[in-house]
């Protein structure tokens, strides 16, 4: 087999980011049980305030957004060289359109046999089964902005990630209705408390960060070890000021007040000068590791696996609760702290291991059934109404959980998919 031409390294941080989310939503789901019934899910964050520190670990989705815009770069360009760049993003758009689709409809499936039957555990999951597909509604948002990323970057360089830190700090200074410099010490506990109003917008403007920081990185623009160990410097300074201004530790958010996720805050930026840091130091000896063909093939599978992983795993609960309901086994381990919780919380993530692959197994035989070809219509007409249907479909199955919001969203994705796909 001839080796391959792409880029090892940015694969394998992909992979490893997949990894740790899916491994963190497993860990963060702590079931309830009486008498022998599943009757709730906590979250981790909900039950064990230092669970905070952890978060700027598993909160890799800056990484993920970092990587994919240092590996669509070149790509993005040479479309955009040729005006085709809403033709790239149709395209992209349908490759996530077409397995959400299934995975929707699998819910919405799931959804009506559990009403008809009485079952009790999709009730206890329900959101916790959609909520993950926000990162897809972001990515897709971002990547549509990947152009103008790009000229941004040809025209200042990193003045435009500088210039988009400057905006998030902005927002957050006027939702925390800050008047002067002497009460920074109250920003961080200002801005999450009050309603974010404008500072929605941070949704958007955070999340361009790491795309406008992966292709300076791709262009070039920063290197090195000795850069990397300055940006870990850089992002431990930052969080350690954004803690003492009031921001909490978490990175993830389970309310939709006092959090730094929703919308993103500036202390969520310091991870993200943690992980470009960390990209950049290990760089030199992760390269001689991947170098090798076992290492290449075991990211090459983990790639393939990426967004099948991504979406099913957190459905892969269902049938983990139920087998552990049927076996008796500890699922429900207390709290954090008590005797015996981190045994319950490896005895739940093996279940889910078990569970998640025949699920992938059998949605891989299906997927690759499927038409391959994923070229869009570069009519935009056909990109704006299939996108709008795509961001409604997702958005039902956020709002509305597994019950009517995968059937709803299942209806939008499919007439996405449709309207994206190429005509013939």
């Given amino acids: 087999m001839p080796p391959s031409s792409r880029d090892p390294y940015p694969d394998a941080l992909r992979a490893g980011a997949l990894l740790l989310v899916v491994f963190g939503h497993w860990i963060a789901t702590l079931p309830r049980m009486a008498d022998g019934m599943l009757v709730d899910t906590d979250h981790l964050l909900a039950a064990w305030d230092a669970a905070g520190w952890l978060t700027w670990i598993v909160q890799v989705v800056p990484l993920f957004v970092f990587v994919s815009a240092a590996v669509s770069a070149d790509s993005v360009a040479r479309r955009a060289a040729q005006g085709a760049q809403v033709q790239w993003w149709a395209g992209r758009a349908l490759g996530l359109a077409r397995p959400t689709l299934t995975y929707l409809a699998v819910l919405a499936a799931i959804a009506v046999l559990a009403w008809l039957s009485g079952g009790h555990l999709l009730a206890v999951f329900d959101?916790?089964?959609?909520?993950?597909l926000w990162f897809l509604l972001m990515l897709l948002s971002v990547q549509a902005l990947l152009p103008w990323c790009l000229r941004l970057d040809a025209r200042l360089g990193l003045g435009a990630v500088a210039g988009l830190v400057v905006v998030a700090g902005v927002l957050d200074w006027v939702r925390a209705g800050a008047t002067s410099l002497e009460t920074w010490r109250h920003l961080g506990q200002w801005a999450t408390e009050r309603p974010a109003g404008i500072a929605w917008l941070n949704m958007l403007v955070v999340w361009l960060i790491p795309q406008q920081l992966g292709i300076a990185w791709k262009r070039g623009?920063?290197?090195g070890p000795a850069t990397g160990a300055g940006l870990l410097l850089l992002g431990a300074v930052w969080l350690a000021l954004a803690i003492a201004a009031g921001y909490p530790v978490a990175m993830v958010g389970v309310t939709l007040a006092g959090n730094n996720m929703l919308p993103p805050t500036l202390a969520l930026i310091g991870v993200m000068w943690l992980q470009v840091g960390l990209v950049l130091l290990c760089e030199p000896l992760a390269r001689r590791v991947l170098s090798?063909?076992?290492p290449a093939r075991a990211i090459a599978v983990l790639?393939?696996?990426?967004?099948?992983?991504?979406?099913?795993?957190?459905l892969a609960e269902l049938p983990a609760a139920w087998l552990g309901e049927r076996l008796g086994l500890p699922i429900d381990a207390g709290l954090p702290g008590e005797a015996g919780f981190w045994l319950g919380r490896a005895g739940w993530i093996a279940l889910c291991l078990a569970m998640v692959a025949p699920l992938i197994a059998l949605v891989l035989r299906f997927e690759l059934r499927r038409d391959r070809d994923v070229a869009a219509t570069d009519r935009r007409v056909d990109v704006l109404l299939g996108g709008v249907a795509l961001y409604v479909g997702l958005g039902a199955a956020l709002a509305l959980g597994a019950w009517p919001g995968a059937a709803i969203g299942a209806v939008a994705v499919a007439l996405a998919s449709w309207r994206l796909r190429a005509l013939r």
């Fill in 127 to 132: 959101r916790s089964l959609t909520i993950h």
């Fill in 221 to 223: 623009r920063f290197r």
């Fill in 292 to 294: 090798g063909r076992a």
């Fill in 303 to 314: 790639g393939a696996l990426g967004m099948p992983l991504y979406l099913w795993h957190k």
